[in-house]
């Protein structure tokens, strides 16, 4: 089973708007992580956040992580055809495991 | 190779038979994971090895699924007698470090399985 879910589930969007996405999770973490997916290129990382962190920036991308309400956000700004893919939020559970918790993904089409 | 690589990249199995997949992880990466996914869902966690060792094995759904990884490097995940349930893309991720933890993973493109 999943901890993760991204709301929403799916996005459509005119390419240079904003395209915002949220993920929540369930129990407590070590670090939460996005990764994008597509047909051509898989899964790739995006951005890490901590636990400890609030804000992250990395290029277009923007991620919040709000551990009291166990969510994070990842806002893709000024959005291109490209972005278009699957996007997860993946969470490092600190536990006595070394497993990640994906969640389902939002499916993100940015229309040209 | 420069990144992960995972062969057959398709797969079809009759119910019953076994199958095995292959994962080639980028070389000299010390943690290698892999994961099944679903049709429209996310990533689901099935085993972990720190080369050769095999440290988290919680996530295999039945003791039809085994993974190896005897030299450290390629990693074989194995399912016998295979059911329509395991109909799926199996992903192989690796990572440089030996502690996993907040490390980004690479992922290879994945086998689809299809179990007819």
């Known amino acids: 089973s999943q901890q993760g879910e991204e709301d929403p589930q799916a996005l459509s969007i005119q390419e240079g708007e904003n395209a915002t996405m949220n993920c929540s999770y369930k129990?407590?973490?070590?670090?939460l992580q996005w990764y994008r997916q597509n047909s051509g290129r898989g899964l790739v990382h995006l951005i890490l956040i901590r636990s400890n962190e609030r804000e992250k920036h990395s290029g277009r991308l923007r991620v919040t992580l709000d551990t009291s309400k166990k969510s994070s956000s990842l806002l893709i700004t000024a959005s291109r055809a490209a972005d278009t893919a699957s996007y997860f939020c993946?969470?490092?559970?600190?536990?006595?495991?070394?497993?990640?918790?994906f969640g389902t993904g939002t499916r993100l089409k940015v229309l040209a | 190779g420069a990144g992960v690589s995972q062969s057959p990249r398709y797969k079809v199995a009759k119910r019953g038979q076994d199958v095995a997949l292959r994962c080639d992880p980028i070389?000299?990466?010390?943690?290698l994971f892999w994961y099944q996914q679903a049709l429209g869902q996310g990533p689901e966690f099935l085993t972990y090895?720190?080369?050769?060792?095999?440290?988290?094995k919680s996530g295999l759904p039945s003791d039809r699924f085994f993974a190896e990884r005897p030299e450290g490097s390629v990693s074989t995940l194995k399912i016998q007698r295979t059911q329509q349930e395991d109909s799926a893309v199996y992903l192989c991720?690796?990572?440089?470090?030996?502690?996993?933890?907040?490390?980004?993973?690479?992922f290879g493109p994945g086998t689809r399985l299809t179990v007819l």
């Open positions: 129990t407590s973490i070590n670090n």
């Open positions: 070389s000299g990466h010390v943690s």
């Open positions: 993946a969470t490092e559970v600190p536990s006595g495991t070394y497993k990640y918790i």
């Open positions: 090895f720190q080369n050769e060792a095999q440290l988290d």
């Open positions: 991720a690796s990572s440089l470090v030996s502690t996993p933890r907040s490390n980004e993973q690479f």
